[in-house]
Protein backbone atom coordinates (compact mmCIF):
# COMPACT_ATOMS: atom_id res chain seq x y z
CA UNK A 1 0.00 0.00 0.00
CA UNK A 2 2.59 2.37 1.06
CA UNK A 3 4.68 1.69 -2.35
CA UNK A 4 1.33 2.15 -4.12
CA UNK A 5 0.79 5.53 -2.74
CA UNK A 6 4.55 6.37 -3.60
CA UNK A 7 3.49 5.71 -7.27
CA UNK A 8 0.01 7.48 -6.57
CA UNK A 9 1.82 10.41 -5.23
CA UNK A 10 3.31 11.32 -8.29
CA UNK A 11 -0.05 11.59 -9.79
CA UNK A 12 -1.50 13.95 -6.75
CA UNK A 13 -2.27 10.76 -5.01
CA UNK A 14 -5.37 10.38 -5.85
CA UNK A 15 -6.90 7.45 -7.76
CA UNK A 16 -8.63 8.04 -10.60
CA UNK A 17 -12.20 7.31 -9.43
CA UNK A 18 -15.34 8.64 -11.81
CA UNK A 19 -17.89 10.64 -10.87
CA UNK A 20 -21.56 9.73 -11.28
CA UNK A 21 -22.29 12.49 -13.47
CA UNK A 22 -19.00 11.35 -15.30
CA UNK A 23 -21.07 7.84 -15.24
CA UNK A 24 -24.01 9.25 -16.94
CA UNK A 25 -22.31 10.85 -19.73
CA UNK A 26 -20.59 8.22 -20.98
CA UNK A 27 -23.78 5.98 -20.56
CA UNK A 28 -26.25 8.86 -22.35
CA UNK A 29 -23.97 8.54 -25.24
CA UNK A 30 -23.97 4.59 -25.38
CA UNK A 31 -27.59 4.82 -24.88
CA UNK A 32 -27.86 7.61 -28.00
CA UNK A 33 -26.11 5.19 -30.07
CA UNK A 34 -27.90 2.07 -28.91
CA UNK A 35 -30.99 3.88 -30.23
CA UNK A 36 -29.62 4.93 -33.51
CA UNK A 37 -28.40 1.64 -33.79
CA UNK A 38 -30.95 -1.14 -32.51
CA UNK A 39 -34.38 -0.82 -34.18
CA UNK A 40 -36.83 0.61 -31.98
CA UNK A 41 -40.61 -0.21 -32.02
CA UNK A 42 -43.42 2.36 -33.25
CA UNK A 43 -46.09 0.34 -31.94
CA UNK A 44 -47.93 3.15 -29.95
CA UNK A 45 -49.77 0.64 -27.68
CA UNK A 46 -46.76 -0.96 -26.78
CA UNK A 47 -44.77 2.29 -26.33
CA UNK A 48 -48.22 3.68 -24.24
CA UNK A 49 -47.96 0.36 -22.03
CA UNK A 50 -44.02 0.49 -21.24
CA UNK A 51 -43.86 4.49 -20.67
CA UNK A 52 -46.81 3.82 -18.25
CA UNK A 53 -45.36 1.62 -15.93
CA UNK A 54 -41.57 2.59 -16.11
CA UNK A 55 -43.06 6.33 -15.28
CA UNK A 56 -45.19 4.74 -12.13
CA UNK A 57 -41.92 3.49 -11.06
CA UNK A 58 -40.06 6.84 -11.81
CA UNK A 59 -42.53 8.94 -10.05
CA UNK A 60 -41.38 6.94 -6.16
CA UNK A 61 -37.92 7.90 -6.48
CA UNK A 62 -36.53 10.53 -4.02
CA UNK A 63 -33.83 13.09 -5.41
CA UNK A 64 -31.75 13.62 -7.25
CA UNK A 65 -33.25 10.29 -9.07
CA UNK A 66 -36.63 12.23 -9.03
CA UNK A 67 -35.37 14.84 -10.91
CA UNK A 68 -33.69 13.48 -13.67
CA UNK A 69 -35.03 13.30 -17.26
CA UNK A 70 -35.33 10.13 -17.66
CA UNK A 71 -35.86 8.34 -21.04
CA UNK A 72 -37.53 5.64 -21.61
CA UNK A 73 -36.81 3.67 -25.19
CA UNK A 74 -38.54 0.27 -26.54
CA UNK A 75 -35.91 -2.04 -28.51
CA UNK A 76 -37.71 -4.43 -31.20
CA UNK A 77 -35.49 -7.94 -30.16
CA UNK A 78 -36.92 -10.83 -28.79
CA UNK A 79 -35.14 -10.51 -26.30
CA UNK A 80 -36.59 -11.11 -22.32
CA UNK A 81 -34.04 -7.86 -20.80
CA UNK A 82 -34.41 -4.69 -19.76
CA UNK A 83 -32.04 -2.22 -18.78
CA UNK A 84 -31.73 1.06 -16.65
CA UNK A 85 -28.35 3.22 -16.99
CA UNK A 86 -26.81 6.21 -14.63
CA UNK A 87 -28.49 9.47 -15.52
CA UNK A 88 -31.80 7.94 -16.18
CA UNK A 89 -32.07 5.59 -19.42
CA UNK A 90 -34.40 2.83 -19.31
CA UNK A 91 -34.07 0.53 -22.22
CA UNK A 92 -36.74 -2.65 -23.03
CA UNK A 93 -36.90 -5.41 -24.82
CA UNK A 94 -40.12 -6.42 -26.54
CA UNK A 95 -39.34 -9.69 -26.04
CA UNK A 96 -40.01 -8.86 -22.24
CA UNK A 97 -43.20 -8.59 -22.74
CA UNK A 98 -44.07 -12.35 -23.24
CA UNK A 99 -42.30 -13.19 -19.81
CA UNK A 100 -43.43 -10.26 -17.89
CA UNK A 101 -47.23 -11.12 -18.30
CA UNK A 102 -48.96 -7.85 -17.02
CA UNK A 103 -48.20 -4.43 -15.73
CA UNK A 104 -47.18 -5.76 -12.18
CA UNK A 105 -44.31 -8.14 -13.49
CA UNK A 106 -43.50 -5.37 -15.59
CA UNK A 107 -43.00 -3.09 -12.63
CA UNK A 108 -41.13 -5.68 -11.16
CA UNK A 109 -38.63 -5.55 -14.06
CA UNK A 110 -38.33 -1.89 -13.94
CA UNK A 111 -38.18 -1.56 -10.26
CA UNK A 112 -35.07 -3.60 -10.45
CA UNK A 113 -33.42 -2.13 -12.89
CA UNK A 114 -33.66 1.20 -11.78
CA UNK A 115 -32.57 0.21 -8.34
CA UNK A 116 -29.22 -0.61 -9.93
CA UNK A 117 -29.48 3.19 -10.95
CA UNK A 118 -30.23 4.32 -7.52
CA UNK A 119 -27.74 2.23 -5.84
CA UNK A 120 -24.95 3.53 -7.76
CA UNK A 121 -24.18 -0.16 -9.03
CA UNK A 122 -22.63 0.86 -11.99
CA UNK A 123 -20.16 3.14 -10.31
CA UNK A 124 -19.73 0.69 -7.61
CA UNK A 125 -18.02 -1.59 -10.64
CA UNK A 126 -16.24 1.43 -12.56
CA UNK A 127 -14.25 2.53 -9.07
CA UNK A 128 -13.54 -0.82 -8.09
CA UNK A 129 -12.46 -1.51 -11.54
CA UNK A 130 -10.31 1.47 -10.99
CA UNK A 131 -9.18 1.04 -7.69
CA UNK A 132 -7.29 -2.31 -8.73
CA UNK A 133 -6.56 -1.76 -12.16
CA UNK A 134 -5.49 1.91 -12.03
CA UNK A 135 -2.69 2.19 -9.69
CA UNK A 136 -0.42 0.54 -12.38
CA UNK A 137 -2.01 2.87 -15.03
CA UNK A 138 -1.16 5.60 -12.84
CA UNK A 139 2.03 4.44 -12.24
CA UNK A 140 2.88 4.55 -16.11
CA UNK A 141 1.15 8.39 -16.63
CA UNK A 142 3.30 9.44 -13.49
CA UNK A 143 6.09 8.81 -15.98
CA UNK A 144 4.74 11.14 -18.72
CA UNK A 145 2.19 8.55 -20.42
CA UNK A 146 -1.45 10.92 -20.93
CA UNK A 147 -3.24 7.89 -21.46
CA UNK A 148 -4.79 8.37 -17.84
CA UNK A 149 -8.48 10.04 -19.55
CA UNK A 150 -8.28 7.58 -22.15
CA UNK A 151 -8.36 4.31 -19.54
CA UNK A 152 -10.93 5.96 -17.06
CA UNK A 153 -13.17 6.78 -20.08
CA UNK A 154 -12.86 2.97 -21.44
CA UNK A 155 -13.02 1.20 -17.50
CA UNK A 156 -16.30 3.96 -17.42
CA UNK A 157 -17.71 2.41 -20.61
CA UNK A 158 -17.11 -0.96 -19.86
CA UNK A 159 -18.31 -0.88 -16.28
CA UNK A 160 -21.97 0.27 -17.77
CA UNK A 161 -21.76 -2.79 -19.79
CA UNK A 162 -20.21 -5.66 -16.99
CA UNK A 163 -22.37 -7.78 -15.14
CA UNK A 164 -23.67 -6.69 -11.79
CA UNK A 165 -22.38 -8.24 -9.03
CA UNK A 166 -24.60 -10.97 -6.90
CA UNK A 167 -24.38 -8.42 -3.82
CA UNK A 168 -25.90 -5.98 -6.46
CA UNK A 169 -28.51 -8.18 -7.86
CA UNK A 170 -30.12 -9.12 -4.39
CA UNK A 171 -29.99 -5.55 -3.37
CA UNK A 172 -31.78 -4.34 -6.90
CA UNK A 173 -34.19 -7.06 -6.17
CA UNK A 174 -35.33 -5.61 -2.51
CA UNK A 175 -35.13 -2.32 -3.57
CA UNK A 176 -36.65 -2.89 -6.59
CA UNK A 177 -39.74 -4.14 -4.39
CA UNK A 178 -40.11 -1.77 -2.60
CA UNK A 179 -40.57 1.02 -5.36
CA UNK A 180 -42.65 -1.48 -7.64
CA UNK A 181 -45.20 -1.75 -4.18
CA UNK A 182 -44.80 2.75 -3.83
CA UNK A 183 -46.02 2.67 -7.70
CA UNK A 184 -49.02 0.45 -6.64
CA UNK A 185 -47.75 -2.80 -8.23
CA UNK A 186 -48.74 -6.37 -6.34
CA UNK A 187 -45.60 -7.35 -5.15
CA UNK A 188 -46.48 -11.67 -5.57
CA UNK A 189 -46.52 -10.92 -8.93
CA UNK A 190 -42.77 -10.09 -8.81
CA UNK A 191 -42.50 -13.81 -7.46
CA UNK A 192 -44.33 -15.37 -10.87
CA UNK A 193 -41.87 -12.84 -12.98
CA UNK A 194 -38.84 -14.73 -11.82
CA UNK A 195 -40.60 -17.88 -12.13
CA UNK A 196 -41.43 -17.08 -15.90
CA UNK A 197 -37.46 -15.70 -16.39
CA UNK A 198 -36.74 -19.01 -14.80
CA UNK A 199 -38.89 -21.10 -17.68
CA UNK A 200 -37.92 -18.76 -20.27
CA UNK A 201 -34.16 -18.10 -19.66
CA UNK A 202 -33.08 -20.25 -22.38
CA UNK A 203 -29.83 -19.13 -24.43
CA UNK A 204 -27.65 -16.22 -22.99
CA UNK A 205 -29.20 -15.19 -19.63
CA UNK A 206 -30.48 -11.81 -19.47
CA UNK A 207 -28.92 -8.97 -17.05
CA UNK A 208 -30.96 -9.69 -14.00
CA UNK A 209 -30.23 -13.66 -14.53
CA UNK A 210 -26.76 -13.70 -15.14
CA UNK A 211 -25.07 -13.83 -11.83
CA UNK A 212 -27.95 -14.31 -9.19
CA UNK A 213 -27.11 -17.95 -7.81
CA UNK A 214 -30.31 -19.24 -8.86
CA UNK A 215 -33.35 -18.47 -9.97
CA UNK A 216 -34.74 -20.72 -6.52
CA UNK A 217 -32.59 -18.66 -3.81
CA UNK A 218 -33.66 -15.28 -5.58
CA UNK A 219 -37.54 -16.89 -5.42
CA UNK A 220 -36.81 -17.32 -2.17
CA UNK A 221 -35.69 -14.21 -0.81
CA UNK A 222 -38.21 -12.45 -2.71
CA UNK A 223 -40.95 -14.42 -0.58
CA UNK A 224 -39.18 -13.68 2.59
CA UNK A 225 -40.02 -9.79 1.67
CA UNK A 226 -43.55 -10.24 1.31
CA UNK A 227 -44.73 -9.64 3.93
CA UNK A 228 -43.95 -6.28 4.60
CA UNK A 229 -44.08 -5.30 1.22
CA UNK A 230 -48.05 -6.42 0.91
CA UNK A 231 -48.30 -4.01 3.87
CA UNK A 232 -46.94 -0.90 2.08
CA UNK A 233 -48.85 -2.29 -0.96
CA UNK A 234 -51.24 -1.61 0.55
CA UNK A 235 -50.99 1.44 1.97
CA UNK A 236 -49.72 2.91 -1.09
CA UNK A 237 -53.04 1.66 -2.85
CA UNK A 238 -55.24 3.20 0.11
CA UNK A 239 -53.42 6.64 -1.06
CA UNK A 240 -54.56 6.18 -4.21
CA UNK A 241 -51.36 4.48 -6.07
CA UNK A 242 -52.96 2.36 -8.56
CA UNK A 243 -51.59 2.55 -12.11
CA UNK A 244 -53.97 1.33 -14.96
CA UNK A 245 -50.97 0.62 -17.61
CA UNK A 246 -52.71 -2.42 -19.55
CA UNK A 247 -51.60 -4.04 -21.51
ZN1 LIG B 1 -29.98 -6.67 -12.09
Not at 227 to 236: F, G, K, T, V
Request: hydrophobic content about 40%; aromatic content about 6%; overall charge negative.
Amino acid sequence: MIGACMVLALAGCSLPLVSEQEIAIQAGEQFEKMSAELTTSEDTEVRRYVLCVANAIIATLQPPYSELEWDIEIFSADVANAFAMPGGKIGVYTGLLKVAENQDQLGAVLGHEVAHVTEQHSLERVNRTLTTQGIATLGSVALGGGAAGEVVQGVAQYGILLPYGRGQESEADIVGLGYMVDAGFDPRQSVQLWRNMAANNEGAPPEFMSTHPSSDSRIDDLIRQLPANLIRYNSAKAAGQRPDCGP
